[in-house]
């Protein structure tokens, strides 16, 4: 199952060496210069060193970034938040104010329909149970008819 140790001299095989190539390096072409022409000839300055040596060249007057604009106490962005959350709470009221309203009429509708209920009950009942009294018009109580040929004989 296992291979057998051999005691003896290690087995020679032949080895390929690769060496590594090393890529030649890339020199990136600089753009070419173009020259343009100043808007202004700048004025020449003349600077005497404390050695006694004049240095000339051109007065360069120095970039002024732009002034900042003063900041707000209380920033923009927080103002406008606060006052969605104003808004918010006013909407929030007439909201509530908006389902007590609905609730309050509801009720109100509830009641109205339950006293015209109870208001046309007791006029049906009145006039079922008070018909025990004639106060007029006519009975008829048929005992006994007979129909003949369509016609009623009462």
């Keep these: 199952m296992y291979p057998d140790h051999t005691h003896g001299a290690p087995v020679q095989r032949a080895v390929e060496v690769h060496q590594p190539i090393p890529y030649p390096p890339t020199v990136a072409i600089p753009a ?5 022409q100043p808007g202004a000839v700048p004025a020449v300055a003349s600077v005497v060193l404390p050695d006694g040596r004049v240095v000339t060249g051109y007065a360069m007057s120095p970039v002024q970034p732009e002034p900042v604009a ?7 962005a927080a103002v406008n938040v606060a006052l969605g959350g104003v808004g918010f709470l006013a909407v929030c009221g007439g909201l509530l104010l908006l389902t007590t309203f609905i609730a309050a009429l509801t009720a109100l509708i509830t009641q109205l329909i339950t006293l015209a209920a ?10 079922i149970f008070g018909a025990n009294r004639h106060g007029g018009g006519t009975t008829v109580n048929i ?11 009462g």
Aim: charged share 20%.
């Design 32 to 36: 070419p210069f173009v020259a343009v």
């Design 70 to 76: 003063a900041k707000p106490a209380v920033s923009r």
């Design 118 to 127: 109870v208001i046309f009950g007791g006029w049906i009942a009145v006039q």
């Design 143 to 153: 005992r006994r008819a007979v129909i003949k040929r369509n016609h009623f004989h």
